[in-house]
């Protein structure tokens, strides 16, 4: 297994706040990373610097892909980053096309998607007037559209009511045992971190508590 | 070991993606749309009302103290001068005038003062002075004594019966003495159908930006020139479209120019789809500024009140002089894209295309420029400041 992501010393300041200090870690092919801890830990800003939306402070950030063979990369934001005016069809379509994914590809992949995330009969519904749960499914299938190496996804389960948060975990345990995709998941729940993880890494006011395999952690 | 996880890739089909998409939400953006798309032709019909009689006449007033004296011969031959002279009326024949006479010079300062008339004349005692009274600051003043002046001349030369060694004339440029007042503002009010968009598109942009899926362009590393690209083209063609609705309310409300319909249309395009480039480049410097849609709508307020009110869009402005470089002079509102728009589709709506057309042509290249200016601007705004967002 290659190293996908590496963070070496990594610190991440706003103002005289430390967001992250000191972050070393390194992120494997194929694995399924889970970050647990409490708001405020640091998980989504360890997340954001992966995806390339945060510049470190302090550290580095190392990534594997070349400019010819680039990672692709999903990023599932914790709020769902979604058109609210364009219908799950057209989202699918632009979020496929900004990747390059041309259509017939895109066309036959979103329809597996809305299968598997069960969103069939919801094609031609406008971002704005879905439920939360298929907001958040939504959410989660626009990350997955061009097939991405590596997935990183900010509580996916957030604001779900405990049926909505079983079908994610489902769907992203279906994701992890195919063993193509790496992941990285932010979480604050314990159970379902251990469900989905090869490795838990531990953050606690923005630095590393501890890292290991899923029975190692914890109480 | 790469910067960044997703550098740019050409991707062919994501500008036209990005167009239909940007197309399907302003189409679902019902409420902002109709109002974008009738802003201008509610302009226009307002201002039809506003010039319901279709032309002004211009009332001026005479002091006539007395039959058989020198004014109510003056008035009687000023009388006959207004409505002989062609240059003085309006294409169907009817006068620019409409001469009234008073008793007393206090009677016609008194109607100056309730505008009832513009300008009073009073000829002099002794004969060879006539002068002209009426309020400085009313614009129609300026309007009335001009065109006045010749036909006093001529009625008083001929009422005394010498000739001035100086014979003023009146002699109106193009078509512009048979325009009617609401002809002269349809120019303006169509380049407002332009600047109307400035909300909406500003609004679409901060939109995508408030629920988050902006994001998604920066994770695919979506350069900013393919975003400003495809949205900019769907904004452009609601512009468009918004424009053709405008001249169609000018026409269907009485609006005519010399060029014939179909070169007005062709000249008021080009001078709109330019004018909307520029707008584009405003929306997303506003966007670019905006963190949701509530601030995006607050921020668009400056960019439209600045280029529909300062261009001379709704109501004649005067041009201030600020500078001359190479023979060319520099006026202060000259940065706003609106400002040649109006300039340029008005020298061509009243004069013509072919008597116009060198001036016209160099307010479109100048408005090109202004236009590729603040879409750069207005791009890199946005890319620094939310594709590029820490």
């Given at each position: 297994?290659?190293v996908?992501?590496e963070l ?5 300041r706003?103002?005289a ?5 000191a972050i070393?870690l390194?992120v494997?092919?194929?694995e ?14 360890v997340?954001?610097?992966?995806a ?7 550290g ?9 063979s680039?990672l ?10 979604i058109?609210?005016?364009l219908?799950?069809?057209e989202?699918?379509?632009l ?7 041309d259509?017939n590809r895109?066309r ?8 598997e995330?069960r969103?069939i ?9 879905l439920?939360?749960?298929n907001?958040?499914?939504l959410n ?5 559209v061009h097939e ?9 389960e ?6 909505s948060?079983?079908a994610i975990?489902q769907?992203?345990?279906?994701l992890?045992?195919?063993?193509t ?7 604050h729940?314990?159970?379902e971190?251990g469900?989905l993880?090869?490795?838990i ?5 923005g630095?590393?508590?501890s ?9 | 070991m ?5 550098p740019?890739t050409?991707?062919p089909g994501c500008?036209?993606a990005?167009f239909?998409a940007?197309?399907r939400?302003l ?5 902002f749309?109709v ?12 201002y039809r009302?506003?010039?319901l009689?279709g032309m002004?006449v211009y ?5 006539d103290?007395?039959?058989g004296?020198?004014?109510?011969l ?5 009388s006959?001068q ?5 240059e ?15 008793p007393?010079?206090?009677?016609g ?13 009073i000829?002099g005692?002794?004969q060879?002075r006539?002068?002209l009274?009426g309020d400085f ?6 309007l ?5 002046r ?5 009625a008083?030369a001929?009422?005394?019966g ?9 002699s109106?440029?193009?078509?512009s003495g048979k325009?009617t007042p609401?002809e ?13 968009g400035?909300y909406?598109?500003?609004l679409a942009?901060?939109?995508e930006r ?10 695919a590393g979506l350069?900013?020139?393919a975003?400003?690209a495809g949205?900019g083209?769907?904004?452009i063609l ?11 309310s000018a026409?269907?409300?009485?609006f005519g ?10 000249a008021g ?6 004018c909307?480039?520029?707008v584009?480049?405003?929306?997303f410097?506003v966007a670019?500024?905006?963190r ?7 921020l668009?307020?400056?960019p439209?009140f600045?280029?529909v009110?300062?261009?001379g869009?709704?109501?004649p402005?005067?041009e201030?002089?600020?500078?001359t ?8 509102f000259d940065?706003l894209p ?7 589709l008005r ?7 072919a008597?116009?057309?060198p ?5 479109l290249?100048v408005l090109a420029?202004?236009?590729a200016?603040c879409?750069i601007i207005?791009?890199q705004?946005?890319?620094?400041r939310?594709l590029?967002?820490?």
């Amino acid at each position: 297994m290659g190293v996908i992501f590496e963070l070496r010393q990594t610190g991440l300041r706003f103002g005289a706040f430390a967001a992250l200090t000191a972050i070393d870690l390194k992120v494997m092919e194929g694995e399924t990373l889970i970050l647990l801890g409490p708001n405020g830990a640091g998980k989504t800003c360890v997340l954001k610097i992966l995806a390339g939306l945060l510049p470190p402070s302090s550290g580095s950030v190392l990534r594997p892909g070349t400019e010819a063979s680039p990672l692709r990369l999903g990023y599932c934001p914790q709020a769902s980053a979604i058109w609210e005016n364009l219908t799950i069809t057209e989202q699918l379509a632009l979020a496929a096309a900004l990747y390059g994914v041309d259509k017939n590809r895109a066309r036959k992949r979103g329809a597996a998607l809305l299968e598997e995330y069960r969103l069939i009969g919801e094609e031609r519904t406008l971002g704005r007037e879905l439920s939360r749960g298929n907001r958040r499914k939504l959410n989660l299938v626009l990350s997955l559209v061009h097939e991405p190496d590596v997935l990183l996804l900010d509580e996916p389960e957030a604001e779900l009511d405990a049926p909505s948060r079983a079908a994610i975990v489902q769907s992203l345990l279906r994701l992890s045992k195919r063993g193509t995709m790496t992941m990285v998941i932010s979480t604050h729940h314990q159970q379902e971190a251990g469900q989905l993880a090869s490795r838990i890494v531990e953050l606690s006011s923005g630095r590393m508590v501890s890292c290991g395999e899923p029975d190692g952690i914890g109480p | 070991m790469s910067a960044h996880p997703n550098p740019h890739t050409p991707r062919p089909g994501c500008v036209a993606a990005l167009f239909r998409a940007t197309v399907r939400e302003l189409v679902r953006e019902r409420a902002f749309l109709v109002l974008t798309l009738i802003v201008a032709p509610l302009f226009i019909l307002v201002y039809r009302l506003i010039f319901l009689q279709g032309m002004i006449v211009y009332r001026i007033g005479m002091v006539d103290a007395g039959t058989g004296g020198i004014s109510a011969l003056l008035s009687t031959r000023l009388s006959a001068q207004l409505e002989e002279n062609p240059e003085l009326s309006y294409s169907d024949g009817s006068s620019l005038f409409d001469l009234r006479t008073y008793p007393t010079r206090e009677a016609g300062e008194r109607a100056i003062r309730n505008r009832d008339i513009y300008v009073l004349v009073i000829p002099g005692a002794g004969q060879a002075r006539v002068t002209l009274a009426g309020d400085f600051s009313d614009p129609y003043y300026l309007l009335a004594s001009t065109a006045l002046r010749a036909a006093l001349e001529d009625a008083f030369a001929g009422l005394v019966g010498l000739s001035s060694p100086l014979k003023f004339e009146t002699s109106a440029l193009g078509f512009s003495g048979k325009k009617t007042p609401f002809e002269n503002y349809v120019p303006g009010l169509i380049v407002v159908s332009s600047l109307a968009g400035i909300y909406l598109f500003s609004l679409a942009l901060a939109r995508e930006r408030e629920n988050l899926a902006g994001v998604r362009y920066r994770l695919a590393g979506l350069p900013v020139s393919a975003l400003v690209a495809g949205k900019g083209a769907a904004f452009i063609l609601l512009s468009s479209l918004s424009s053709l609705l405008a001249f169609a309310s000018a026409y269907a409300l009485g609006f005519g120019s010399p060029g014939g319909m179909a070169a007005d249309l062709c000249a008021g395009l080009a001078f709109c789809v330019l004018c909307s480039v520029a707008v584009v480049g405003i929306a997303f410097a506003v966007a670019a500024f905006a963190r949701n849609s509530f601030e995006a709508l607050s921020l668009a307020t400056f960019p439209f009140f600045l280029t529909v009110f300062f261009s001379g869009s709704v109501y004649p402005l005067p041009e201030f002089p600020l500078l001359t470089i190479a023979g060319a002079e520099i006026r202060l509102f000259d940065f706003l894209p609106s400002t040649h728009a109006v300039r340029g589709l008005r020298r061509t709506l009243t004069f013509g295309l072919a008597e116009a057309g060198p001036e016209a042509f160099l307010s479109l290249a100048v408005l090109a420029l202004i236009a590729a200016i603040c879409l750069i601007i207005g791009g890199q705004f946005y890319k620094r400041r939310v594709l590029e967002e820490r």
